[in-house]
């Protein structure tokens, strides 16, 4: 990134406060930098502070569960920004099954796929039966849902999910919503959600305890980052009315390629990078779209993010590594949810 892309960048944040995190707006994109940002989230205060602090052998011991989250693998797509996104794919497998503690499960938040191509699918299917964790959750990308609305993602990927694929799950305790907000998407647009998922959103909330911790998970983002590039969902906010009540509230997407945060009131907004290939920091470029950057600095702006939930604490701890870090970083797992 240029100094003035950086430049431009600091212009749409606020100060930050000393631990990283400012709690008005966003956090820095740490992608950028080859680092991650660990962040712990109890009682919806959260606390942050660099990867590299926490990145030994020990950290993130003493979870009840852990989760890893990959995203936008795009296998098929072969221009300069990558060639070859099955083999960075490969290496953020190999890094999850390094870890110390295997994680329960992985999430997958979308663009499995290029051009929705059953190849593709193939392809990727042989690299994540690798994977240590062999529970594997899955939210459909509009690359996804190109050539056949969506139809061979959910024959693989979708089998006991509502509607367009959205469904829900526990683990330990802690409630899980896979949403979906690509249907009928418009190039540039902005995503939806629709009435009839909303309704069952509101539904599949009712009853539980306000105390239950909640993670909503989904491919465009639930909050609005950058209208002009389509990244945000226009009707999260009738989505995140159902979750105010909850004193824990994750929401994890992946689309925009690289990482930010933003926390509002007991909900804490994360994306994460892609495994493939970068995009442009927001109103860095004329569009978005892949990035190129130097072949040896490619895997420092990929990545995987892995969360360790405490039960004693209700928080979830985010670690968000690139795939050209040295070491892994480590949850506690132990069961695994299913769909």
């Not at 707006?25 to 942050?48: H, N």
């Not at 009131?265 to 990035?291: D, L, N, R, W, Y």
């Amino acid at each position: 990134m240029t100094d003035k892309n950086k430049d431009l960048i600091d212009q749409k944040l606020q100060d930050l406060n000393n631990d990283g995190v400012d709690r008005r707006g966003f956090l820095k994109c740490m992608a950028w930098a080859g680092t991650g940002l660990v962040w712990t989230m109890s009682g919806g205060i959260p606390s942050s502070r660099a990867f590299a602090k926490s990145h030994g052998k020990d950290a993130g011991k003493g979870g009840d569960f852990s989760f890893v989250q990959i995203s936008d693998s795009h296998i098929g797509f072969n221009k300069p920004a990558n060639p070859d996104v099955t083999a960075t794919l490969q290496t953020a497998i190999n890094k999850i099954n390094a870890m110390p503690d295997k994680p329960d499960f992985i999430i997958h938040t979308g663009d499995l796929s290029q051009l929705s191509k059953p190849s593709e699918f193939d392809t990727l299917d042989q690299v994540l039966k690798g994977a240590s964790a062999k529970q594997i959750y899955f939210v459909p990308g509009e690359h996804d849902m190109l050539t056949d609305n969506g139809e061979q993602y959910l024959q693989r990927y979708g089998k006991g999910t509502k509607g367009g694929g959205w469904y829900s799950f526990d683990q330990k305790g802690v409630h899980f919503l896979g949403l979906v907000n690509v249907a009928n998407l418009k190039a540039g647009g902005m995503g939806s959600l629709g009435h009839e998922q909303l309704e069952w959103l509101e539904d599949d909330l009712k009853g539980r305890s306000a105390s239950t911790p909640i993670v909503l998970f989904a491919h465009i983002p639930l909050w609005t980052i950058y209208p002009d590039w389509g990244w945000g969902t226009d009707d999260s906010e009738q989505a995140l009315s159902y979750v105010k009540r909850f004193g824990s509230v994750t929401v994890l997407n992946g689309h925009i390629h690289q990482i930010m945060q933003k926390v509002e009131g007991k909900v804490s907004f994360h994306t994460a990078m892609s495994t493939a290939f970068p995009q442009p920091a927001p109103g860095t470029a004329p569009s978005a779209g892949p990035m190129k950057v130097p072949a040896d600095q490619l895997q420092r702006v990929l990545g995987i993010t892995d969360v360790n939930y405490l039960v004693s604490g209700r928080s979830l701890a985010v670690v968000d590594s690139p795939l050209d870090l040295g070491t892994s970083p480590s949850g506690n797992g132990g069961g695994s949810g299913g769909r």
